[in-house]
């Protein structure tokens, strides 16, 4: 993309199915290549065509016959949790440790925390994110009152919330979900 950027027509849509390697030793269970489908929109703000591509990844697994869950992010909302925090300069530390939640469970995302430098308090901080329950809008009010002085944090709520409004209005034949808010749908 970068090579041809003055060639191209923005916003640029591409989609990509080839077969790709793990540079690292694959985890057991993990093949070292496989076949990835990558679908992209680059050059736009536009929430609409983040709707798309979840429509996109509903229809893939319907017509496989599988049952899935899309689960998404928003990255101004990561900031915001980061900031929230007191530790927005963690940011990466954090969201990576975040993914590992379902795999590795609360105390082990804690103890990675720790090694990361964050404090005891800056983690005692993070764990309501982590342990929110209920629907998304409830989440999403949890987080609200979270971010009230970050204006990122809030900014990424108001554009999950019009995200949100706009799968609702879909025959979304799966579920969707916030990725770092791990029950319910």
Known sequence: ?????????????????????RADRPQKG????????????????????????????????????LDTTTLFN??????????????????????????KLDKTGLDKVCGELREKGLSEEAISRLQPVLLMDGSVD????????LFY???TGLQGIKEVRHLCGLLKGLNLRNKWNLIFVLQGA
């Open 30 to 65: 993990r093949y070292r290549e496989f076949f990835q489908c990558d679908v992209d929109v680059i050059g736009s703000p536009s929430l609409l065509y983040e709707v798309e591509l979840i429509q996109i990844i509903d229809e893939i697994f319907f017509r496989l016959g």
């Open 1 to 21: 993309m970068v090579q041809h950027q003055n060639e191209l027509v923005f916003p640029f849509k591409r989609y990509q199915i080839q077969p790709v390697w």
């Open 149 to 151: 002085s970050s204006e």
């Open 138 to 145: 409830e989440k999403l009010s949890l987080l609200e009152n």
């Open 74 to 99: 928003n990255r101004k909302i990561l900031a915001g949790i980061a900031g929230s925090m007191g530790t927005p300069e963690k940011l990466t530390d954090i969201t990576v440790a975040i993914d």
